[in-house]
């Protein structure tokens, strides 16, 4: 994992049925949503909201 200076945190929309979870944004663009590793429909895409 990285270091919390490397990290960002943001809302995000899943890519299938539109849940918001809260996620880490990683270094290199990966989004990983926080104490989950999937959104309760099953799906592991999502989409930061701006």
């Given at each position: 994992?990285s270091?919390?200076?490397e990290?960002q945190r943001?809302?995000?929309?899943?890519?299938?049925?539109?849940?918001?979870?809260?996620v880490?944004?990683?270094?290199?663009g990966?989004?990983?949503?926080?104490g989950?590793?999937?959104?309760?429909?099953g799906?592991?895409?999502?989409?930061?909201?701006?």
């Open positions: 994992m270091s919390p200076e990290q943001a809302p995000a929309l899943c890519k299938e049925c539109d849940s918001v979870y809260t880490r944004i990683l270094a290199g990966e989004i990983e949503p926080i989950t590793t999937a959104c309760s429909c799906s592991e895409e999502f989409e930061v909201v701006d």
